[in-house]
């Protein structure tokens, strides 16, 4: 899998430097790749439902007060 994805981050294209995080789907178990750190971590928070959304509205306050 490493060398199929080139040694680099399945998201964003980084090359893998240190730690290399394994992807799977919670819901069935199945693993869909490598990723970096900060596309795991951020991935994580995408699949909590409403996330983006909340997030958006969230920065939509600041970006008015701007």
Known sequence: MLE???RR???CGKTFLKRINIDHC???GKTRGLLC???NISLG???KE???EKAQEYLSLYNKNS
């Open 45 to 47: 928070h995408i699949e």
């Open 9 to 11: 981050c399945g998201i």
């Open 26 to 28: 919670h819901k069935t």
């Open 50 to 52: 409403n996330f983006l």
């Open 37 to 39: 750190t900060a596309c």
């Open 4 to 6: 199929k994805q080139s």
